[in-house]
């Protein structure tokens, strides 16, 4: 009988480093399993962003490893790259692009073939509500609307691993309950949800598991009730959140 | 503090913004204040000695001139004029649509109209300081050689620096109400460049086909203006005879100056902030719809690049207009050498280096909205696509437009001779690559709204871009007259770009990676 290999995890970082005039990311140690929906919180300039950042290679790291389902994302970026989508708290879109022209453009980037990626463009500006807006340029768009747009393209090729830096922020209550239902429906379908947010209830609610950065390293992770156990404390996420802070502060 | 207050503390919150974006431009984003007095210093005294060439011969004009003294004084002063107009117009489409600040003016308690009527004084300040520094050191030369009658002159140049505003923003608030909000933006920034250009280049043009020269003054000094002209004793010359010390002359121009100004402020200052909120407000306008939508095609990563930026371009005739105008500078030149050389074929060796000079600006101006003009940086270093691949896709579409734009000139050229067309085919591709290179080891994030500011933002690019051109449209314009004396602004044109190579901040960055 075959014995099976356990599947890679999505995220695998060791000892990662980087240091702008000070040290952002401190020799920090992460896993996120394959399939989950991980939260990521920590304090205004924990090494959140900057980790997520080296993940995706928009910053390369002064040391350290990361690993991507089993590919070195250092030593291979576009492979990585490959099975990887990153939204930023800014949505950066073309303005003088359509959402189906933008997501015929990512679609092409990441080489996807068109029938499918159009039938993918399709079912996502329903799920997100943009089809009244497919065919306009998105120079009139909303925050929300341009927020939207840049998830589409992030999902259009079906990325096995999305990582978002505060989605959330400045979407209204109909906009993030959108969002939040496509990220839930992808990891439902398989992919891995690593997000950054600093609203707590959003973590609470949606992450399988939560990790907390303070001072660009990992202070604490797990569930919500191991978090709890960790810090010490009883209550809401809130409260345990600040509680492991406070306890690394000291 | 009472509104009285309130305004003046706004009117010097105004200057102090103006004060910054004028130091910006003079030293860059990032320098000192230090830095900038010295830029500033060093660029009075050049100026002053250019002035010196330029003007001194004239400081002996008295109060009494004749008529064509008067026609050349007004024709040079119309000209400058029309420069101001064009930047006031630039000034007062920013305003409108620049919202940075306009959220929290709007929010304040104090009414828009007198808000908006410190805002165009201030714009009007603006554009005669300007005008005022530029003019400073022809007028001190021309005082200094000839006598203080000349110091009038600076009460001239404010007279029509707070004209021109006054014009500007009558306008500007006309085509807003003539072709509505989002239409103004487009025209009027391409209007405010137009004329700019349209005058100097116009009166170049002229002289080009009339008296065979690039001189603008040949048009203005020859019989046929001046004997258009009005006679001595009209009001048409008092701007000009107030430059040359004439007192009554200029209080009445300042008067007329200022009249226009307040004029245009009592008039249009409460439409001035109604026209802002509207044009705050389109971009939450239905965008426009597209005719027919096409189904996703099969493309590669490059291709998909390459179309996009082809795309962006395509429909943002703004900067299209913004980069045409570069290579718009060029017809008189060209126009010069078809006419001076045109016995047989000369004149179309002639145009080899006027070709690959536009290749070169022309390119500049793309590899910067391909290369640092980016909106979406994030996306394209994500995507599972070398690097190496983006930036040959980029070069590729910036080449792509050049080759389009080009290749007509070039087989003309042909028909006529084989050995120019292949000079001048080699000469655009060395200029255009030569710029993309340059634009490619200076590149920094920006928008592209920003494109008019990227020659503030690395002078040493913009030099070096420019040297380069001039460089490899010499080398072109020689080699094609088939003298071995081309070699020599071959080399320096290597040279440049050699420099520019060592100095970047690409190569610099990269050696610290390593």
């Not at chain 2, 995507?383 to 007509?408: C, D, M, N, Y």
Request: charged share 15%; hydrophobic share 55%.
């Amino acid at each position: 009988m075959l014995s099976r290999s356990p599947p890679p995890d999505a995220l695998e970082i060791r000892g990662l480093r980087k240091a702008f005039d000070r040290p952002a990311v401190d020799g920090l140690d992460l896993t996120v399993r394959a399939g989950e929906f991980y939260s990521l919180l920590g304090p205004n300039g924990a090494g959140k962003t900057t980790t997520l950042r080296m993940v995706v290679g928009l910053l390369r790291p002064d040391a350290g490893s990361i690993s991507v389902l089993g590919i070195d994302a250092l030593a291979d970026p576009v492979a990585a790259k490959q099975v990887m989508a990153w939204i930023s708290d800014e949505p950066m879109i073309y303005d003088k692009l359509t959402p189906f022209e933008y997501l015929e453009f990512v679609a092409g980037l990441w080489g996807v073939e068109p029938l499918i990626a159009e039938a993918r463009a399709r079912d996502l500006l329903g799920w997100l509500g943009l089809v009244p807006h497919a065919h306009e340029r998105c120079e009139g768009f909303s925050k929300g609307m341009r927020q939207k747009v840049a998830l589409a393209g992030a999902l259009v090729h079906e990325p096995a691993l999305i990582i978002l830096d505060e989605p959330l922020t400045g979407l209204d209550a109909g906009s993030a309950r959108q969002v939040k239902n496509v990220l839930r429906e992808r990891v439902s379908a398989g992919s891995t949800v690593i997000m950054t947010t600093h609203i707590l209830e959003v973590a609470e609610r949606m992450a399988d598991r939560i990790g907390v950065i303070a001072g660009g390293r990992l202070i604490a992770q797990g569930s919500l009730d191991e978090l709890r156990l960790q810090a010490g404390k009883s209550g809401t996420l809130e409260d345990t959140f600040l509680a492991l802070v406070a306890n690394e502060a000291a | 503090m009472s509104e009285t207050a309130t305004l003046a503390w706004f009117a010097r919150h105004e200057a102090r913004l103006a004060w910054r974006d004028w130091v910006a431009m003079i030293a860059g984003r990032r320098r000192r204040q230090r830095t900038a007095a010295v830029l500033v210093i060093v660029f009075l005294v050049g100026m002053h000695l250019l002035a010196l060439a330029m003007v001194g011969r004239f400081a002996d004009l008295g109060p009494d001139p004749d008529k064509v003294t008067l026609v050349v004084i007004t024709g040079s002063l119309l000209l400058s004029w029309f420069l101001m107009m064009s930047q006031a117009m630039e000034s007062v489409t920013r305003a409108f649509y620049a919202r940075a600040d306009l959220d929290l003016i709007l929010s304040s308690p104090i009414e828009a109209r007198k808000v908006f009527a410190v805002r165009i004084a201030a714009t009007a300040l603006s554009v005669t300081a300007m005008a005022m520094v530029l003019a400073a050191p022809f007028i001190n030369v021309l005082a200094i050689r000839g006598g203080p009658h000349w110091l009038d002159a600076y009460g001239v140049v404010f007279a029509m620096g707070v004209s021109a505003a006054a014009v500007a923003v009558a306008a500007t608030i006309g085509l807003f109400r003539l072709i509505g909000p989002k239409r103004t933006r487009l025209i009027a920034q391409i209007v405010a460049a137009v004329i700019g250009a349209a005058f100097v280049i116009g009166l170049q043009i002229v002289a080009i086909l009339s008296y065979g020269t690039l001189s603008r003054l040949a048009v203005l000094e020859s019989d046929d203006v001046v004997a258009l002209a009005p006679d001595v004793g009209s009001v048409a010359w008092w701007p000009a005879r107030a430059v040359l010390g004439d007192p009554l002359a200029l209080a009445i121009v300042v008067a007329a100056g200022l009249a226009a100004l307040l004029a245009v402020i009592l008039i249009f200052s409460a439409r001035f902030g109604e026209h802002v909120l509207h044009a705050a407000g389109i971009s939450q306008g239905p965008a426009r719809q597209r005719a027919k939508p096409h189904g996703f095609r099969r493309r590669s990563p490059a291709s998909a690049l390459r179309r996009k930026e082809w795309t962006l371009l395509r429909r943002d005739p703004w900067l299209v207009s913004q980069t045409l105008m570069q290579v718009l500078y060029l017809v008189p030149p060209a126009l010069l050498l078809w006419r001076s050389f045109s016995n047989g074929t000369g004149a179309l060796f002639l145009l080899v280096p006027v070709l690959v000079m536009a290749a070169g600006q022309l390119a500049g101006g793309l590899a910067w909205l391909a290369i640092s003009g980016e909106d979406a940086p994030d996306l394209v270093i994500t995507a599972p696509v070398p690097a190496s691949l983006i930036q040959r896709a980029k070069i590729e579409a910036v080449l792509g437009v050049i080759a389009i734009a080009f290749v007509p000139f070039v087989v003309a050229l042909a028909f006529v001779s084989i050995f120019a067309a292949a000079v001048c085919a080699c000469g655009v591709l060395i200029a255009a690559a030569s710029a993309t290179a340059i634009q490619l080891w200076f590149r920094a994030q920006a928008k592209r709204s920003h494109f008019r500011r990227r020659q503030t933002s690395s002078r040493i690019a913009t030099f070096a871009e420019a040297f380069a051109s001039i460089g490899w449209a010499a080398t072109a314009g020689l080699l094609a007259a088939g003298t071995s004396l081309a070699a020599i602004p071959g080399v320096m044109a290597i040279l440049v770009l050699a420099l520019a190579r060592l100095i970047s901040p690409s190569r610099r960055s990269a050696e610290r990676m390593a």
